[in-house]
């Protein structure tokens, strides 16, 4: 048996969808597997149940701190790295193909409540968001340094802001005079211009700023385009998200099996490359009651499948 998760008043993060996902992975007792969100190790655990002593687990996480969660198994290997390296860091470990593949898109709840990695609008820190701590680019740097032209397109696109050009100039002028290193003072500088629920709004600013620090959809589209290469034939890939951005990409490549825009079809309406992918999940898998009132955090959860054709 592998150990409990790592706690720090209560788990370090609930895997979401949990058996959903792993029924859907059809998990081969002899197989090779890639989570490439370990995190807390939630869904690393429930694959290495289902494996046989031959199997083999491959997990992926940029975040040092999810190394404490590693369980003492020689059937997992850790690779701390973003799993936008998938492919490179698979065949340096001499494997070509594997049976599935599993990202959880979501923020972990140790993330979110360590309050030092500025993830949470709920607490005081620094403006931070690195999921990699070894990276440079910050939140501080991005609200400090970024044009207001750049930061109105941010907040609009990564966070769906309603007044995200009111935000942008806001935050411009203000930083001429006004530090915006912590969360408190960030918050006090927009306060007078924050439009409907406070802790709605600023939970779409924070989004957009996680999601530009991390170049999150940038890695996500990497990931998805290396994965039906990996996957052997009838393997599968399951991706959960928590917000509408990174679904319609997941949704999207699934279905069309890459990211071509329509100028690239040719002149019948066709792709220029087959999809490789069948869609398994004609619709969104999403969590049950039971699971959102022992975890409401996976209420906005979304878990699709595709099968290696």
């Excluded at 860091?89 to 959880?104: K, P």
């Excluded at 924050?194 to 999601?211: C, D, E, H, S, T």
């Amino acid at each position: 048996m592998t150990p409990p998760l790592h706690n720090e008043e209560g788990a370090y993060h609930l895997p979401v969808l949990l058996e959903e996902t792993l029924d859907l992975l059809r998990i081969r007792p002899g197989g090779r597997y890639v989570d490439c969100t370990f995190g807390g190790g939630g869904h690393s655990r429930g694959i290495l149940e289902r494996l046989g002593l031959a199997g083999r687990l491959f997990a992926f996480d940029q975040d040092k701190d999810a190394r404490v969660n590693l369980p003492d198994d020689n059937r997992i290997q850790f690779l701390p790295h973003n799993f936008r390296h998938l492919e490179r860091f698979l065949r340096l470990h001499e494997v070509t193909a594997v049976d599935g593949i599993l990202a959880d898109l979501g923020v972990s709840s140790h993330q979110f409540d360590e309050s030092s990695r500025g993830f949470s609008f709920r607490f005081e820190g620094d403006l931070d968001m690195r999921m990699d701590q070894r990276q440079s680019l910050t939140a501080y740097e991005v609200v400090n340094n970024w044009s207001e032209q750049q930061l109105h397109k941010l907040f609009e696109q990564y966070g769906e802001v309603t007044n995200a050009k009111t935000l942008a100039r806001t935050i411009v002028q203000v930083r001429r005079s006004v530090s915006l290193k912590t969360i408190s003072n960030f918050r006090s500088a927009l306060a007078p211009i924050v439009k409907g629920n406070p802790n709605k709004y600023f939970a779409q600013v924070f989004q957009a700023l996680r999601i530009e620090v991390n170049d999150e959809l940038g890695a996500l589209k990497e990931m998805l385009l290396q994965s039906p290469g990996l996957l052997s034939t009838d393997g599968r890939v399951a991706i959960i998200t928590f917000h509408s951005l990174e679904d319609r990409i997941v949704k999207n490549f699934f279905k069309k099996g890459s990211f071509e825009d329509e100028d690239s079809r040719d002149p019948f309406g066709q792709s220029a490359s087959s999809p490789l992918l069948k869609v398994i999940t004609k619709k969104p898998v999403t969590p049950g009651d039971k699971e959102l009132q022992t975890n409401p955090r996976s209420r906005s959860a979304k878990l699709r499948v595709a099968e290696r054709i």
